[in-house]
């Protein structure tokens, strides 16, 4: 199972971590993902992280400002975004599957399992 948490209210130009924790499996066997949805919007990637944490990719919007990371003896993979707009309001969900080492995915079918997501909005 997995479980997003941190998202909440800020304003413009603020940071906020998020935190994806797994409960009844050991994550440093999956390849991690986090995704959003806006209102009224489809589901879109985020950013992404290899098993071990070797390997990372990012959205166009996300890159520069999110990073992902992981730590796999706490079975966490955080995601911290800095310099949040408005545009970044959405529900945040990270995902999970299995993979070989070295090998983030982007796309959401590419992944098995989903965890609730955790609401982010910000104001201008």
């Known amino acids: 199972q997995l479980q997003a948490s941190g998202g909440g209210l800020v304003q413009a130009g603020d940071s906020l971590g998020l935190s994806c924790a797994a409960s009844?499996?050991?994550?440093?066997?999956?390849?991690v993902g986090w995704f959003r949805q806006a209102p009224g919007k489809e589901r879109e990637f985020v950013a992404a992280?290899?098993?071990?944490?070797?390997?990372?990719g990012y959205s166009h919007s996300a890159k520069g400002r999110f990073t992902i990371s992981r730590d796999n003896a706490k079975n966490t993979v955080s995601l911290q975004m800095n310099v949040l707009k408005p545009e970044d309001t959405a529900v945040y969900s990270c995902?999970?599957?299995?993979?070989?080492?070295?090998?983030?995915?982007?796309?959401?079918?590419?992944?098995?399992?989903w965890g609730q997501g955790t609401e982010v909005t910000v104001s201008s």
């Open positions: 009844g499996r050991t994550l440093s066997n999956y390849a």
């Open positions: 995902a999970a599957r299995t993979a070989v080492t070295g090998v983030y995915y982007s796309r959401d079918d590419d992944y098995t399992y």
């Open positions: 992280i290899s098993r071990a944490g070797t390997m990372t």
